[in-house]
């Protein structure tokens, strides 16, 4: 079972990286390195489960927070390139 749900993480995986490289947007690419980070998240708490090791939580915590940091980091880019909400410009 465990093999099936690697499978489907590193599809996703794949997945993501297409869209990171043909994304006609900043934003596809930055959804595309979120999913990528999420199904590395998952593929490592698989072989988590599957070694019965807690070791690899604080590699997960820190790529979950890359991950947060990283797409804030360009939310907040694509705003101040948007003109911001309602129109005005961000500080």
Known sequence: MTALAAAGFAAAGLCALYRVVRGPSLADR????EVALVSLAG?????A???DSHTLLAI???IALV????TLAA???LERDAGGAGGRSAP
């Open 30 to 33: 930055v959804i595309g390195v």
């Open 43 to 47: 593929g490592i708490v698989i072989d």
């Open 49 to 51: 489960v599957d070694r």
């Open 60 to 62: 997960i915590t820190v």
């Open 67 to 70: 991950g947060l940091a990283g």
């Open 75 to 77: 939310s907040r880019f």
